[in-house]
């Protein structure tokens, strides 16, 4: 069942600000109505700050309102951001890229002209302040405003799972407010570390903003391989090197570099490491992005359309191993690390209702040994490789002979994400559990830009685990989509609630503690010593409530390995 604490409709109040920084205030009835006359206030902050009974606000936009109560310290607990509830809900009517601001749920509302929505801001490195300004667009009256919430609230209860669907956006609404506390408070940043580990791996930097002095050494040793001058950093001169050499590559992928046989090929790999490190994190981007001891990345929730979170601008959601060395606790100060164990399986678990799945994922431990125990003779690496070829995709060769090892132990998991994919190749919507919507079937390059891959040939291992070859045609590679879809997105849904589930705990306890770092499947808290098991005790109860909250009463369990450090770094 929902939880109550995300879907409390009483103690509601619309907001809005004024262009002279004060706002407008209603308190609403239960169908989004105003329950009193507006009132009008001079100044926004005072305006909150003297409401604390408010269950949640109804706004606009969290980006607009909250960094602005943030940097006057008055945090709130709730909040149902609007133009986030208009994203979700498009999607769910297979409207997912229509116009998602206020004014233009307005203008649908009554059938007018819709605006477009302003095109996105660019991020500024360097001058936090200007994160999270509001959008230029068209305007809409505090009247407006909440005809689109009272329609809002209506179209949530037409949804499949109404429930579900509130839930969804409440959990969204949260994640808005996580995110803009994360950028106020900032991941800690040690930039004398920083500048050691650059110097340590690219060496010296030369005048004028070329190469450092590794990565020059590194492109003469390919150069010297090639018998002819190479510039490793464009691709197309490295594919025309190699086939001058009689060697065919179809591009300079590590994994494909790493099966030729040619002198060029070690130093090539090292140099594309280290180029990559130079111009994402490099000496620029420090100067760029770390102020004060603290990176401050604008978190994007939601930011891909299976809710998995991006950034505008920073890189924070890919900082390389090594670099993490200068992610480090203040002093005494710690930092906890959580991952979640095997999540995604463990969402498939819970959504599909699989009997046998669910009591394998029913327990803390390595669920892919508790698999292969039941199913594949022992040998983990099968029952991985299977497992996650059934919500990737991979159902070919040895992955379609582990598919049906899984599909006869754990039939219900299987044809979860078969019906997933039967539907996207049938250009039909899929839906995470609680009702995040996939996008519908488009031709075009409209499934490209969507973010559903068309063609690649081989199955690989990314940075994010198992990536599997998609099949050229359209169809097949939506398939292969939606089949991920309803599992990836459904585990998007469950750390959002974690997200939420953790924030409130670390509040009502009244610790120091702060959410600093979120990517996927991992949080980090930056905490006092002393305060470090009690988080780590909180992480691990949220991680439950939320499984609780998302999928209701399972066997499933959400474990997580937890490391209290002062580096990043010595987390793994």
Known sequence: ????????????????????????LAPLTPSGLPAAPVVTEPDLVAAVRSRPDVTRWVWRSTAEVYP???????????????????????????????????????????NAPVPPDPPPRAAEPGSQSSLFEPRSGAQLSFDGL??????????????????????????????????????????????????????????????????????????????????RRVRPDLPADVVKAFAQAGIKVKSTRRWELAELDHPAVEPLIEYKKLYRIWTAHGWSWLQDWV??????????????????????????????????????????????????????????????????????????????????????????????LALLGAVYGQTSGDGLKNLA???????????????AAKAGEEGRLVRTWLGRTSPPAAG??????AGIPQESTEPSFGDEGFTPGYASTNARARGRFTRNFVVQGSAADWALLLLAALRSSLRSAGLRAELVFFQHDEVIVHCPREEAQAVVAAIRAAGELAGRTAFGTTPVRFPFTTAVVERYSDAK
């Open 405 to 419: 090892a899984l599909r006869r132990r754990f039939p219900l998991a299987v044809a979860y994400v078969d019906d």
């Open 68 to 110: 602005r109560l943030l940097a006057a310290g008055v945090p709130v607990s709730r909040c149902y951001d609007i133009e986030v509830a208009e994203s979700l809900l498009l999607a769910h009517e297979g409207r997912l890229g229509e116009p998602r601001s206020a004014a233009a749920a307005h203008a649908r509302l009554h």
């Open 291 to 384: 102020r004060d001891g603290r990176f401050r990345p604008e978190y994007l929730p939601g930011g891909t359309v299976s809710g998995r979170w991006t950034t505008n601008g920073g890189g924070a959601l890919q900082i390389p191993k090594v670099i993490r060395q200068a992610v480090v606790a203040d002093e005494g100060w710690r930092l906890v690390v959580a991952d979640a164990d095997q999540m995604e399986p463990r969402v498939l678990a819970a959504i599909s209702r699989d009997p046998g799945l669910m009591e394998v994922a029913g327990h803390d431990g390595d669920l892919y040994t508790a698999l292969s125990d039941r199913a594949f003779h022992g040998d983990r690496d099968h029952a991985k």
């Open 146 to 227: 909440l005809q689109v919430y009272a329609d809002q609230l209506r179209r949530h209860g037409t949804t499949e799972h109404p429930g579900r669907m509130r839930l969804l956006t409440a959990a969204e609404s949260a994640g808005m407010l996580v995110a803009a506390e994360m950028n106020r408070s900032g991941l800690p940043w040690r930039a004398d570390v920083h500048r050691a580990v650059l110097h340590d791996l690219l060496g010296e930097r030369y005048a004028g903003g070329g190469e450092p002095r590794r990565l020059a050494e590194l492109a003469d040793e390919v150069s010297a391989a090639f018998g």
């Open 1 to 24: 069942m929902p939880d109550a604490r995300l879907e409390d409709m009483t103690e509601r109040w619309a907001l809005a600000m004024t262009e002279t920084g004060g706002a407008l």
């Open 444 to 449: 075009n390059g409209a499934d490209e830009e």
